[in-house]
């Protein structure tokens, strides 16, 4: 149990206007145990806007994270942030504070890349002397894999320091995010990103990020964060063709 432990679940409304085009990414965070769950729910939802929306004091960019998401999110709508009490690190059940907020102004630019492609944001805790790989042994099945018919729990590798990590996909991009010469993320769209979670990672008035593990049931502080300039897929995100074009052999 960890009371004041709080889920927000950030939703990034899609330009095609079905949900399932939506863009989501979670954030942890930790108020006052003693405090009713959702007391402070506007400052967390202003703190997750300021990570998109605001320029970072000295960024040579001059522009916030949200100016390199493409015109697939559609700014004419709002960005959703769902908070759930997460005390127990199982079920949430319904949103205990909702909020929103209008999605970053975008450049404009209209080269979009595919949705799949996305920015990874790592926040990290304290893995001193934390192994990667752990014992083998019993551990828990996916859902998804348990809703197929796989039995609760198979045998396996823990992964002890992959708790101590919360990531977040920024996405879909722009083509500006992205250097010509190599296709990689650009040094300046990565050094956005780390600044912006630094940003976040400090204590706000009444509440703090942190970085929380369902499989650990424990959270704790993230000591760094970091992007580096390698896309990430989120096959997730990825679309329905809209043509297919066949021949005949």
């Not at 679940?9 to 959702?38: E, R, W």
């Not at 700014?75 to 908070?83: C, E, I, S």
């Amino acid at each position: 149990m960890a009371p004041g432990l709080i889920k927000a679940v950030v939703t990034l409304p899609a330009q095609s206007g079905l949900p399932a085009d939506n863009v989501t990414n979670t954030f942890h965070f930790y108020q006052d145990g003693t405090v009713p769950v959702g007391t402070f729910g506007p400052e967390i939802t202003t703190l997750i806007e300021q990570f998109y929306s605001s320029v970072v004091v000295g960024d040579p960019t001059t522009h916030p994270v949200g100016y390199f998401i493409s015109g697939l999110i559609d700014r004419a709508g709002l960005v959703t942030v769902d908070q759930y009490d997460w005390t127990s690190f199982g079920p949430t059940g319904s949103p205990i504070w909702t909020e929103t907020f209008t999605p970053p102004a975008t450049s404009g630019a209209s080269d979009f890349q595919p949705p799949e492609l996305a920015v990874c944001v790592s926040f990290n805790g304290n893995a001193t002397g934390v192994p990667e790989v752990g014992p083998s042994g019993p551990i828990p099945t996916p859902e998804a894999a348990q809703d197929m018919g796989a039995p609760a729990t198979h045998t396996g590798r823990t992964r002890p320091a992959s708790r101590l990590r919360n990531r977040v996909y920024v996405g879909p991009l722009i083509i500006d995010a992205f250097d010509a010469a190599t296709g990689r993320i650009t040094n300046g769209f990565s050094e956005l990103c780390s600044a912006a979670a630094k940003r976040l990672c400090q204590p706000g008035t009444n509440v703090r990020l942190v970085v929380a593990s369902a499989r650990a049931g424990s959270y704790t502080n993230p000591v760094t964060v970091w992007c580096d300039n390698e896309p990430d897929i989120q096959r997730r995100r990825g679309r329905k063709a809209t043509v297919r074009n066949t021949k005949t052999v």
